[in-house]
């Protein structure tokens, strides 16, 4: 006899991952960023609505050079492929024969310091596989309601009356702490900010844009 069957799929992947690196390289890269600022005062020009309070570097952060810089930009690619192989382990399995290997490419990256309540509020980055954070600078008192960042579920359905539908496909969001050294990896059609920090430290934080290539 057929069975019934009810299939829970798609499901959202966030990895958090820990750099141990992070006290060697932080203070030469809040360094580096400071010169940066000094050079580009302006920082960022373009209809980025979704900032507030806060200083944007150009989209091409990965072309600078900097000895720290690439030790994080090389962190962050080594997390991206861990997320790329972890969810697409399946498939990759059944490669395995041909021994296939992975060119992890940084389309965008970028860095911000926040000013005190500064904030980004809700947007997707589109074009590429996997996006970031990663936290160089925040203080001890960051919280979930202080400097964290968050990501919106992607389907909301409201019908209040409608107990079958509406509990399990509505709800919070997801909110992750900001900690130094920490990087949060997510998929691109995800929609995500960052609350405001208050506290005495300016909150700074790299990102990127990456997509993955089976190369062989
Ligand atoms: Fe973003």
Not at 163 to 169: I, K
């Amino acid at each position: 006899m057929v069975k019934n069957q009810i299939y829970s799929l798609w499901p959202i992947y966030i990895g958090e991952f820990y750099n141990p690196e992070h006290q060697e390289i932080k203070d030469d890269l809040i360094k580096f960023f400071k010169e940066y600022e000094k050079k580009n005062p302006k920082g960022r020009d373009g209809e980025n609505k979704e900032n507030y309070n806060l200083y944007e570097s150009n989209y091409d952060l990965h072309h600078e050079k900097n000895d720290s810089l690439s030790k994080l930009l090389s962190f962050i690619a080594k997390s991206f492929l861990s997320m790329s192989n972890s969810t697409n382990k399946k498939f990759i399995d059944r490669l395995k024969n041909t021994k296939p290997s992975f060119d992890v490419r940084i389309n965008n990256s970028w860095f911000i310091r926040y000013n005190k309540s500064g904030s980004v509020l809700p947007h997707d980055h589109g074009r590429c596989s996997w996006c970031c954070v990663y936290y160089v600078q925040i203080g001890k008192d960051a919280s979930n309601d202080n400097g964290s960042t968050y990501f919106l579920r992607p389907y909301q359905r409201k019908s209040p009356e409608d107990f079958g539908g509406s509990l399990y496909s509505s709800g919070g969001n997801a909110v992750f702490k900001a900690e130094e050294g920490k990087l949060l990896v997510w998929p691109n059609f995800i929609v995500h900010g960052s609350n405001p920090y208050e506290g005495e430290k300016n909150r700074i934080i790299v990102s990127a844009n990456a997509s993955v290539h089976l190369s062989k």
